[in-house]
Nanobody
Framework: QVRLTESGGGLVQAGGSLRLSCAHS????????MGWYRQVPGKERELVAV???????IYADSVKGRFTISRDNAKNTMYLQMDSLKPEDTAVYYC?????????WGQGTQVTISS
């Protein structure tokens, strides 16, 4: 069973930066894609960024130019570098991994941006 463990969330001021990490219990080279999603109370979970097996990166319009997704295959870890953070980035951030029909989620990490 795949386990995804997020870390790196916290409280920062607007304009600041955070880096989220997602550790995969297996080998990320076997995934079709990995991504970050976020959710605020009362709203649906939304895509933030995805990185595919071929290293193609896809970003939500709201984070383009501010967030960078990456992965380290040797460490089986995916990252989300978040810069120029805004209060509207406040959410629980979830790590996601897909391998064919299987979808896995982490437990989430809280990111809070103060104005």
């Amino acid at each position: 069973q795949v386990r995804l463990t997020e870390s790196g969330g916290g409280l920062v001021q607007a304009g600041g930066s955070l880096r989220l990490s997602c550790a995969h219990s297996g080998s990320i080279v076997n995934t079709n894609s990995m991504g970050w999603y976020r959710q605020v109370p009362g709203k649906e979970r939304e895509l933030v960024a995805v990185i595919t097996r071929s290293a193609m990166k896809i970003y939500a319009d709201s984070v383009k130019g501010r967030f960078t997704i990456s992965r380290d295959n040797a460490k089986n870890t995916m990252y989300l570098q978040m810069d120029s953070l805004k209060p509207e980035d406040t959410a629980v951030y979830y790590c996601n991994a897909k391998r064919w029909d299987n979808v896995y989620w982490g437990q989430g990490t809280q990111v809070t941006i103060s104005s």
